[in-house]
């Protein structure tokens, strides 16, 4: 997050406007305080007019003159410019009234700027003794001595005091202003750095969303570039195997036992490209979601019976034991058989791959309750519970006594391309795309694949595949998207 900005940053150079951010509560009790003391009236107004407080009885003198036409228009006048007469250089100036009153006017100074103003009166001065002539002249009709009479009555100030007065007033005033600012300044910060982090929040998230659109588009350019390479490579090498075999079988005329080493060394190594291509191809069509599953009923027995049939030949030319432990109950699966056995092909040739001589490879397929799908709210809850026995999954455990994998090794050996043992020496061969390949499947069919040590060495895959019937309670959001 950017440094928070200094204050005019934030709150702007422009003078403060006093009804913003001073505190009205505060402004009243204080003008009240003084009102009750001394019997002064007072306002308060911001520098644009805002009246903030107002605190003041009617005096009666003011009541009589404003009966009176030609009074009220002076009277009017006289509290218009009380409102907006300048202060002198020292901030006071004092208004008289045509009655004889008077005004004194305060400034009201924060930041060195004038923010507003205090009206103090109307009150009589120390020193008056008769109404000045204005008052008559205001109008004819007014009955100046009963005016004498009401200015007689108003509160009576001497100068030095109501400048105490006013003195005070401003100080605790000012002082309210410049709480009231800083909680209105500290308010602003704190507003700004919440819109400033909300702002970068949402860069953020811009950002990403560019550079996740971006990535899905590399991603799929490299999946379109596998496919084709893949496709094109496959023609030519099916030339290569095809030739190289009839060469070893001699249509083409005896070959000397060296040539038949060659030839064969050939035919091996076009093989072990071909199979590499299958499986490139294979994974990008996963990866980029265009493998289309056939679905269809199946169960897991005979697929397993398939695997190991094929892979006895390799396992008894390594001397490794191969059995197939299945209890044979019925569980419908949805699945594509084919690919199921592609799965378990490579498992069981990696099991035997990486057991040594004299080792065991057990096949073992059991049908298990399966998870019931968890609703998210009462009915669909109670509605996976009546399902619960119901719902089935296969799960079928590939242990063998080999090698072993290490367990910091066991995630990341589903990620193409993975070896655990990398170095230029490896003896097993392959290229490290079985498992990756193993787990797009499976996950394509709702299931899971996960690796356990076993005891005391040797390595088991799981696999666990929902029953057909499972699949279709699950709710529609958990199908994978290659069954939706
Ligand atoms: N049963 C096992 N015992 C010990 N290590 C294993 C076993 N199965 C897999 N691994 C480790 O996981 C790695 C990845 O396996 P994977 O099947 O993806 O690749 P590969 O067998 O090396 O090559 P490929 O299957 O492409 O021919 C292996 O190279 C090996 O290091
Ligand atoms: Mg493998």
Redesign the pocket.
Known sequence: MSEVPPNQDVVGDQPIALEDVVDRDALDDLCKSIHALFGIGVRVYASQGALLANVANELELCRYVNEVPGSRAACGATVIAAKSVAPGDDGEVTHPCFTGLAYHIVSLVHEGRRVGRIVLGPYAPAGLREPPPSLAQADKRLDVARASDLAATVPRVKQEALQRIAGHLKETLELIIFSSHKAWVTSKLHLYSVRESYRELQDKTTRLEQTLTRLKEVDRLKSNFLATMSHELRTPLTSIIGYSEMLAEGIAGELSAEQQEYVRTIHAKGEQLL??IM?LLDLSKLESGTMSLRQAPAQIGPILKEVITTLAPVARKKEVELALDSDDAPCELAADAERLRQVFI??V???V???PKGGKVTVRARVTAGAAPSGDDDDEAAGAALLAPLLKQVEVR?S?T????PAA?RVK??E???????SST?E???????????KRIVDAHGGQVS?EGNEPN??V?VVVLPSAQTRRAALPSRVPPALA
């Open positions: 199979r590499l499986g490579n498992l040739d990696n099991a791959k990486f057991t590939v063998d080999g090698i072993g994998i090794e050996v589903f193409a391309f993975y070896q655990v043992d990398s490896r097993y061969g392959g290229t490290g795309l079985g498992l990756s390949i193993v690796v040797g390595t895959f």
